[in-house]
């Protein structure tokens, strides 16, 4: 079991603010840290993501990396993904497609209250209402 699983399930199924929305532009990535899970944020489409900050491949920060295309390409050796999470590219091998198995931890994520909001589970409830 990880340790992230190991977590308590009543915050680990909840939503927690990772950034504020109008501080991630497109094209651009983010960090943060929730229940000791460090996160890359990014925005393609207009849409944000929030995954885990680990490419697969030899666990580098996938927040050192950029964003070009509507994908996010690791800085260490370049391995592409796209917004799903799945990796596309293998730059050493380009004539390879990447298995199923080289994908991201992605996390579910909304836009709420200005606030960008992920939750690292499955969500017990709907992002809080604030009057």
């Known amino acids: 079991m990880s340790s992230l699983q190991q977590r308590d399930p009543l915050l680990l199924n909840d939503w927690h603010v990772v950034g504020r929305s109008a501080d991630l532009r497109e094209g651009e990535l983010g960090r943060s840290r929730v229940l000791g899970e460090d996160l890359v944020i990014w925005r393609a ?3 944000a993501n929030v995954w885990q900050d ?3 491949h030899r666990g580098s920060r996938l927040s050192l990396g950029r964003v070009a295309d509507q994908r996010l390409t690791c800085a260490y050796h370049g391995w592409t993904y796209d917004v ?3 990796c596309v590219k293998f730059p050493s091998h380009p004539e390879q497609r990447p298995p199923p198995t080289a994908h991201v931890a992605t996390y579910k ?4 209250h ?3 909001c992920a939750c690292l589970g499955e ?6 209402e604030f009057n």
């Open 45 to 47: 489409g207009g849409r």
């Open 114 to 116: 200005g606030s960008l």
């Open 123 to 128: 969500p017990a409830n709907d992002v809080p």
């Open 54 to 56: 680990l490419c697969v």
């Open 84 to 86: 799903s999470g799945q």
């Open 109 to 112: 994520t909304k836009e709420v």
